[in-house]
């Protein structure tokens, strides 16, 4: 079977998108499917930093038996709401316009957001007399309304325009949990052709493993105790909770270090909120290859998951089963909405504390950091759920079952 994914993230960019397309695209090419990607240049998420050189990479090659396809870079500012949107728009007329021009595929695959890709998916399918599936991670255009990203009534139309026309005319829609199948169906979608199928982790690398590692005797060798966040500080992760609540921890354990990881365009502030608070607990590292964010995760003896307090949507940060998988307790900081909490709580893998609530989760990491034996019973429990639920094998298995019942 020809499968076409449409994904703007795609390796050596290092981030959750990347790393699930880019196993899913090379999971069905180890199953005997012709597999090819759609994707866009790297512009950040590289290891080393955002200025490291792409020019290297090619426009077209194979990569682990999948044939990807490079766009050009669209050029514009991330941290601007209104030009990251027009960006999306771009990324939809690109990707439909090059992908008209490949051989037919017999399933067209699209990673939403950007919601236009989708829409970019559902022609393609269409055009070849084909099939497509969207995989919706976050639930736009709602997400950007609720951060105040976006407020434009026009823009907010056609979104949810957008939306509506996926979830009509896609042929199938894959979610990762429960609320956002029921987010989908009170949108437009059909329960029929709605699937969840988790967000899946490499049990294989994501294991438990020890925790004085290289990684932390480099960053942390005169600390007891390391509080982690790895991965993107963007507008919807409310990580400045974490330094706010790194302040007040600080006044009772001052030994306990906060190691930060990642890019995103919220780290300039966070970096200047760090400084202006006077805060000696808090060290920022850069953007990690793959290797290195789990030994991160191996080095914590407690890692973080963080959403803005205002996202009322049901998603689950990519970062929670990756924690599960290397057996550390996490404390979820997100919106009761988020399904995130559930999870956690179905698992006992950690503590959920609300969103917006710097106290709750300075009292949460406290409680951690003085009952050691029960914090490495919840990283235990994580783990023993994730290989139930999050085995990648398992789970490409059933996107490759889906594919097949709808050709």
């Not at 994707?39 to 930093?49: D, F, I, N, Q, V």
């Not at 709602?142 to 896609?170: F, P």
């Not at 438990?208 to 932390?216: E, Q, T, Y």
């Amino acid at each position: 079977m020809k499968v076409l994914l449409l994904v703007v993230s795609y390796p050596p960019v290092l981030n959750s998108t990347a790393r699930l397309f880019s196993e899913l695209a090379e999971g069905l090419a180890a199953r005997g499917h012709q597999v090819t990607v759609l994707t866009s240049y790297p512009e950040r998420y590289l290891a080393g930093g955002e200025g490291e050189r792409t020019e290297q990479i090619p426009a077209k090659e194979q990569r682990n038996g999948v044939e990807v396809h490079r766009l050009g870079k669209t050029g514009l500012p991330k941290h601007v709401p209104l030009l990251r949107g027009i960006e999306h728009l771009v990324y939809g007329i690109q990707y439909f316009m090059h992908g008209r021009h490949l051989r037919r595929h017999d399933v067209v695959i699209a990673y939403s957001p950007p919601l236009p890709l989708g829409i970019a998916a559902v022609n393609l399918a269409r055009k070849w007399q084909g099939a497509c599936l969207v995989n919706v991670q976050d639930l736009y255009p709602q997400s950007a309304v609720d951060l105040g990203l976006l407020r434009n009534r026009a823009l907010i139309r056609l979104g949810r325009w957008m939306e509506r026309s996926i979830y009509r005319y896609a042929d199938a829609i894959t979610v990762h949990s429960e609320g956002n199948r029921a987010h989908v169906v009170a949108h437009g979608g059909s329960s029929e052709r709605t699937w969840v199928i988790p967000n899946w982790i490499d049990l294989a690398k994501y294991k438990p493993g020890p925790k004085d590692n290289d990684l932390r005797q480099k960053y942390a060798s005169s600390s007891n105790f390391v509080v982690s966040y790895a991965g993107v500080m963007g507008f919807a992760q409310g990580a400045g909770d974490i330094l706010e609540a790194a302040t007040l921890v600080a006044r009772e354990a001052p030994e306990i270090l906060f190691l930060l990881a990642g890019e995103g365009v919220m780290v300039p502030r966070l970096k200047e909120l760090a400084t202006r608070l006077g805060l000696n607990n808090v060290r920022f590292l850069p953007h990690m290859p793959e290797s290195d964010y789990i030994a991160l995760l191996q080095a914590s003896d407690v890692c973080l998951v963080s959403l803005h307090k205002d996202i009322r949507t049901p998603v689950v940060p990519g970062k929670l089963p990756c924690i599960m998988g290397v057996g550390r307790p996490a404390i979820c900081s997100t919106p009761p909405a988020s399904d995130a909490r559930l999870i956690v709580e179905e698992a006992d893998c950690g503590l959920w504390v609300p969103a917006g609530s710097p106290k709750v989760l300075a009292e949460a990491i406290l409680a951690l950091w003085s009952d050691p034996a029960r914090a490495e019973r919840m990283g235990v429990n994580g783990r023993k759920y994730a290989e139930t639920r999050f085995d990648r094998e398992k789970c490409i298995a059933q996107y490759e079952s889906l594919i097949g019942e709808l050709t």
